[in-house]
């Protein structure tokens, strides 16, 4: 769980990015706000749920 902070800063700043790069090449002039709104919380769900399962701890049983 040390690292689950920046995985999901990470996926943040990979999703900004698209999205300033779809802003600037004019696809989301065409695009309404309500799917754009559903898009962002598609993707913020998404992160969070890939950061939680990459920061699953591992469980070891020992025998003995």
Do not use: C, D, N
Request: proline share 2%; aromatic share 10%; glycine share 16%.
């Amino acid at each position: 769980m040390r690292f689950i902070h920046l995985y999901l800063i990470g996926y943040f700043v990979l999703v900004v990015g698209a999205v300033a790069a779809l802003y600037q090449s004019g696809v989301l002039a065409h695009v309404s706000g309500v799917w754009i709104g559903i898009g962002v919380l598609i993707a913020l769900g998404l992160g969070i749920m890939l950061a939680v399962s990459a920061g699953k701890p591992t469980v070891t049983e020992e025998k003995g």
